[in-house]
C-alpha cells in the first residue's frame, strides 16, 4: 500500500512550510507527542515552539491543513466519520499560562481545570478501520467565570448558541469537506450526538448517521424507543469475546448478542429548532446481551439513517460503532 505524505502544503511563508512539515515528519516517525522528545536538540526545540506561537499560523491553517491530508488518503473509499469531545487539561502548567482568550476551564475531576477542549472528526475506511485522517476538529475554551446551565437558561438557548451544536457543525463540515472526494460517509457518534436537529438536516445522499440513542422518545406510534421492541420476535443473535478489563476487574467472557431492528418514526418536540422536518424516518438496531446480570451487560440501541433490512446490515452498524473506541485511543495519546 502506497503510503500517503503528510505535510503542509498552504503556509504563506516558506520557512514556516519548512518547519511545519519538519514537526510533523518528526512527529509521525517518533512514537511520543513530546516535542523536547521528539526535538534532536534544543534549537530544533525552540524552533517548534515558535513555529505554534507564530500569529501567521492559526488554528484554523493547521486544521485546514489536516484536512487536505485526509481528501487526498481517502479519496474514493466509502468511510466511517468518528466524532467524539475531550478536552486538553494545562492545570498542571497553569503557572506558566497567560490565562488569556484561547485559554479556560476544563471539566477536570474535583477542581475547575484549565485548559480547551476538542472534537474532532476521525474518518477510517468502512471496509478495515484504517484511519485516513481529520476532516474537521472543532477546538473551544469555555469562559474562566463560566456560568451554569441554570444561570445561563441554557434550555431555552438556539441550539446554535448551545456547546451540543458542536455535533451538527463538525458534522455539517464533515460534509463539506469529503462531499466530492468520497463515495460515501458514515457519521458516527455515541448518545450526545442524539439531537433531533441533526437527523433532521444532517443525512443526504452520501451521507449517514450511526447514532447511539440517548432520549427515551416517545415515536409516532405512541410508543417509547426503549420499549418498542417488546414482544418483537428475534432476527438474530451471534457470539463475540467481551475482552477482561484489570481496572474494571472484570474477566473474560463469551457473550451471546440478541439483535433486533425495525423503521421507526421519531417526532419534533416543543424545545426542537424551528423550521426543521416534523418528523424523521430512522431505523432502530438493538444489540443486547442475554443470560448475563453484570452491571457492564452489554446494551446498546443505536439509531440509523441507513435502511436495515437483513441481519447481516444491523451486525454491520453494531461492528461500525464499536469502532468508535479508535477516536478514545487517539485520545489516550493527547
Not at 10 to 29: M, Q, V
Not at 116 to 125: E, N, Q, R
Not at 183 to 206: C, L, N
Not at 265 to 287: F, H, M, Q, R, W
Request: proline share 2%.
Amino acid at each position: 500500500m502506497q503510503l500517503l505524505k503528510r505535510e503542509f502544503t498552504d503556509l504563506e511563508d516558506l520557512r514556516l512550510l519548512y518547519r511545519g512539515n519538519k514537526i510533523l515528519e518528526d512527529l509521525f516517525s517518533n512514537s511520543t507527542r513530546s516535542i523536547r522528545q521528539i526535538s534532536k536538540d534544543e534549537s530544533s526545540a525552540k524552533g517548534a515552539y515558535r513555529f505554534l506561537s507564530n500569529n501567521r499560523v492559526s488554528e484554523e491553517d493547521i486544521v485546514t491543513n489536516l484536512a487536505t491530508n485526509c481528501v487526498a488518503a481517502c479519496r474514493g473509499k466509502y468511510v466511517l466519520c468518528i466524532q467524539d469531545s475531550s478536552e486538553i487539561n494545562l492545570s498542571s502548567h497553569s503557572n506558566r499560562i497567560n490565562k488569556d482568550g484561547d485559554i479556560g476551564t476544563t471539566n477536570a475531576k474535583g477542581k475547575q481545570g484549565l485548559g480547551f477542549m476538542i472534537h474532532p472528526s476521525l474518518v477510517v475506511d468502512a471496509a478495515d478501520c484504517i484511519p485516513y485522517g481529520y476532516a474537521d476538529v472543532k477546538i473551544w475554551n469555555r469562559p474562566i467565570e463560566f456560568k451554569s446551565k441554570f444561570e445561563r437558561e441554557y434550555n431555552k438557548l438556539p441550539i446554535e448558541e448551545k456547546e451540543s451544536y458542536k455535533w451538527l457543525e463538525v458534522s455539517k463540515n464533515t460534509k463539506a469537506v469529503l462531499k466530492d472526494s468520497v463515495e460515501g460517509m458514515v457519521i458516527v457518534q455515541d448518545r450526545e450526538g442524539d439531537i433531533y436537529e441533526q437527523f433532521a438536516t444532517i443525512p443526504d445522499e452520501k451521507t449517514d448517521l450511526l447514532i447511539r440513542a440517548r432520549t427515551n422518545r416517545r415515536l409516532k406510534d405512541h410508543t417509547k424507543l426503549f420499549s418498542c421492541f417488546s414482544g418483537q420476535d428475534l432476527q438474530g443473535s451471534y457470539e463475540i469475546i467481551v475482552d477482561a478489563c484489570q481496572k474494571k476487574k472484570r474477566p473474560k467472557r463469551k457473550a451471546t448478542i440478541e439483535v433486533r431492528y425495525k423503521l421507526i418514526t421519531i417526532k419534533k418536540t416543543d424545545a426542537t429548532s424551528k423550521g426543521v422536518a416534523k418528523e424523521v424516518n430512522l431505523y432502530l438496531i438493538e444489540a443486547k446481551e442475554i443470560n448475563y446480570t453484570g452491571t457492564d451487560k452489554i446494551c446498546w440501541r443505536l439509531l440509523t439513517t441507513i435502511a436495515i433490512t437483513n441481519i447481516e446490515l444491523a451486525k454491520m452498524c453494531i461492528n461500525w460503532y464499536s469502532w468508535r473506541w479508535t477516536i478514545e485511543e487517539v485520545f489516550y495519546a493527547k
